[in-house]
């Protein structure tokens, strides 16, 4: 795997650990480091949902208007914006990962 598709996964996991402690905070958790592995792990399937409703938000816009407007709504909440920022590190890699099979 060459190093800009590693680079590319290590800023999704640091984003992605971005929005935990984002996540941990709202819900008055503190550290994410302190929680216990149970706690930490039901986090964890809460973060993955939150992604996961935010990816199949992306795919329900049918015109650019509408995709337009879903993207200043989020931008305008910090969990919106690192879930932005995490979906176009997703993009980057799903590029980077079809790049490479062209080159094979």
Same mark, same amino acid.
């Given at each position: 795997?060459?190093?800009?598709?590693? &680079?590319?996964?290590?800023?999704?996991?640091?984003?992605?650990?971005?929005?935990?402690?984002?996540?941990?905070?709202?819900?008055?958790?503190?550290?994410?480091?302190?929680?216990?592995?149970?706690?930490?792990?039901?986090?964890? $399937?809460?973060?993955?949902? @939150? @992604?996961?409703?935010?990816?199949?938000?992306?795919?329900?816009?049918?015109?650019?208007? $509408?995709?337009?407007? %879903?993207?200043?709504?989020?931008?305008?909440?910090?969990?919106?914006?690192?879930?932005?920022?995490?979906?176009? @590190?997703?993009?980057? @890699? %799903?590029?980077?990962?079809? &790049? &490479?099979? &062209?080159?094979?």
């Amino acid at each position: 795997m060459p190093t800009d598709i590693t &680079d590319l996964h290590e800023k999704l996991r640091s984003k992605t650990r971005e929005i935990l402690t984002l996540v941990a905070n709202s819900y008055g958790l503190g550290a994410v480091s302190s929680l216990e592995p149970s706690s930490l792990e039901q986090l964890n $399937e809460e973060v993955d949902e @939150i @992604i996961e409703q935010h990816d199949e938000a992306l795919n329900e816009g049918e015109t650019s208007e $509408e995709w337009r407007a %879903l993207d200043e709504r989020l931008a305008a909440t910090e969990i919106g914006r690192l879930l932005q920022e995490r979906h176009e @590190i997703a993009e980057q @890699i %799903l590029d980077a990962e079809d &790049d &490479d099979d &062209d080159d094979d």
